[in-house]
């Protein structure tokens, strides 16, 4: 059984609009991620957060807003969606042991800004 | 910012003969290096992880970490084409409060 899912799958989005990426885990795990994937760049972080009603700034968090409702749900967030933001996105789950640091991923969610 | 860079970008290879794929990092200072594995279409998956100089093996898997040269490699003995994926490096820098820092990823391409 899947332990980090997200929704949706895919999506077309228009340039300008609200999209609301979600994560669901049932890991059991402190620490979530959101990661976008591109042809060239690989896997990059946007925002993280390890624990409840707190999130932290990754590497690219510009155009990207994050919320972490509770210790299951990481939510991300793209308030005026860009062409420039199409990529796929992943969701990741790890434990408080942040040294051993084995991320568990879910299976991406496609987003295609027009 | 930590960088890391892999080698090849793909990298075909005979059923049964061994895959070496490569990893350059930019800080001696890492506390941990992983390799994922990613098939089309999906989430990467952890596969093997080293801490320390050395090597360690896991079934077909082996890593070599050179922390003085900056390097570490994956190779898979007996490659079969359930192999085929991309092959991600990914090191967490110290001070990184659990951040992992990936590399592009190497092809690998494994043919019957």
């Known amino acids: 059984e899947a332990a980090v899912t997200q929704s949706p799958r895919s999506k077309v989005a228009v340039t300008g609009g609200k999209v609301t990426l979600s994560c669901h885990q049932t890991?059991?795990?402190?620490?979530m991620y959101w990661y976008r994937q591109d042809t060239g760049h690989g896997l990059r972080l946007i925002h993280y957060s390890y624990v409840a009603d707190s999130t932290e700034k990754g590497d690219i968090p510009d155009g990207y807003k994050a919320s972490r409702p509770s210790q299951e749900n990481f939510s991300l967030i793209l308030e005026l969606a860009s062409l420039s933001q199409t990529a796929v996105y992943f969701c990741?789950?790890?434990?408080?042991?942040?040294?051993?640091?084995?991320?568990?991923f879910g299976e991406g969610s496609k987003l295609t800004v027009l | 910012q930590e960088k890391v860079q892999q080698s090849p970008e793909s990298l075909i290879v005979p059923e049964g003969a061994m895959s070496s794929l490569n990893c350059t990092f930019s800080?001696?200072?890492?506390?941990s290096i992983w390799w994922y594995q990613q098939h089309p279409g999906k989430g990467p998956e952890a596969l093997i992880s080293i801490f320390s100089n050395g090597n360690k093996k896991e079934g077909r898997l082996t890593v070599y970490l050179n922390r003085a040269s900056l390097h570490v490699s994956l190779h898979i003995r007996d490659s079969q084409p359930s192999d085929s994926a991309v092959y991600l490096c990914a090191v967490r820098f110290g001070g990184s409060n659990a951040k992992l820092t990936f590399g592009k990823g190497t092809k690998l391409s494994v043919k019957s």
């Open positions: 890991n059991n795990h402190d620490y």
């Open positions: 800080n001696s200072a890492s506390q």
């Open positions: 990741a789950s790890s434990d408080n042991w942040g040294n051993t640091g084995q991320l568990y």
